[in-house]
C-alpha cells in the first residue's frame, strides 16, 4: 500500500476487556515496530520484528501485552485484561527504505480503556 | 542508550528561520542523529539524518559539529504549517531499530 495502515483507528475498551490492533506495513518492509505514546509525551519503544521474528521485545509493558507478525507482513498487538494505563495511541511503523534511520508511521491507534 | 536534551517548546513567527538545538553527549561510534516531526493524530514522519558535518534536504538542514555530542536541526522560512513537536533522536547502530523519542520540542509558528 501506499503507506502503513492501523486498525481501528479509535478503540473503546471496557478495563478487562481482550483487545487486538492491527498494522499493514508498507509493502515489501522487512522491519516493523510497535510504539505506545501516551499523551503529551514522545513515543516509547515496545516491539521489534524483522519479517516474522520478533527480534527485540523489550519495551512491552508486561506479558498482558503480546505481539505476532506471522508471515512477515501484517501485524497484530494484543493486549489481554486491559487497564486504564494501556490508555494511549499505539503507533506501528515499518522501514525499509534507502535512508537507514526512517521509519514510516501510521496514523496510530488511539485506544480508550474505560 | 544516549540521551537526548532538547528544549521543550519555540515559538517563531512566519518566515523567520528556526534552529532546534539538541545534545547527545553520550552518543556512541556507530549511532546516527535522525529528527522526526510529529502532527496532531498524526504518527511521527522521518525528517532528516545525518552522521557528521552538514547535510540538506528539501526540508531541513542538520549541523553536526566534530565531536557530534550536539545537533542543530535548521528549518528555513517556517510556515504555519511547520508548527509541529520535532523530536531529535540518535539512532543506535543507524538503523531504526530502536528508536527513542523523548518528550521533543513543541514549535509554534505564528503570523
Known amino acids: 500500500g501506499a503507506g502503513v495502515s492501523q486498525s481501528p483507528r479509535y478503540k473503546v475498551a471496557k478495563r478487562g476487556q481482550d483487545v487486538a490492533l492491527r498494522c499493514d506495513p508498507i509493502s515489501g518492509h522487512v522491519s516493523l515496530f510497535w510504539y505506545q505514546q501516551a499523551l503529551g509525551q514522545g513515543p516509547e519503544f515496545l516491539t521489534y520484528f524483522q519479517n516474522e521474528a520478533q527480534l527485540d521485545k523489550s519495551g512491552l509493558p508486561s506479558d498482558r501485552f503480546f505481539a505476532e507478525r506471522p508471515e512477515g507482513s501484517v501485524s497484530t498487538l494484543k493486549i489481554q485484561r486491559t487497564q486504564q494505563e494501556d490508555s494511549a495511541v499505539y503507533l506501528c511503523a515499518s522501514s525499509g527504505g534507502q535512508r537507514n534511520t526512517e521509519a514510516f508511521f501510521g496514523q496510530g491507534t488511539r485506544l480508550t480503556v474505560v | 542508550l544516549a540521551k537526548t536534551t532538547q528544549p521543550i517548546s519555540m515559538d517563531s513567527y512566519e518566515g523567520q528561520e528556526v534552529n532546534i538545538t539538541c545534545s547527545h553527549n553520550?552518543?556512541?561510534?556507530?549511532?546516527?542523529i535522525t529528527w522526526y516531526q510529529q502532527f496532531p493524530s498524526q504518527g511521527p514522519r522521518f525528517i532528516i539524518q545525518g552522521y557528521k558535518t552538514k547535510v540538506t534536504n528539501e526540508v531541513a538542514s542538520l549541523f553536526i559539529p566534530a565531536d557530534r555530542k550536539s545537533s542543530t536541526l535548521s528549518l528555513p522560512r517556517v510556515s504555519l504549517s511547520d508548527t509541529a513537536v520535532y523530536y531529535c533522536?540518535?539512532?543506535?547502530?543507524?538503523?531504526?531499530?530502536?528508536?527513542?523519542f523523548g518528550t521533543g520540542t513543541r514549535l509554534q509558528v505564528t503570523l
Open positions: 533522536l540518535v539512532a543506535l547502530g543507524g538503523t531504526a531499530s530502536k528508536l527513542t
Open positions: 553520550n552518543i556512541a561510534t556507530n549511532d546516527y
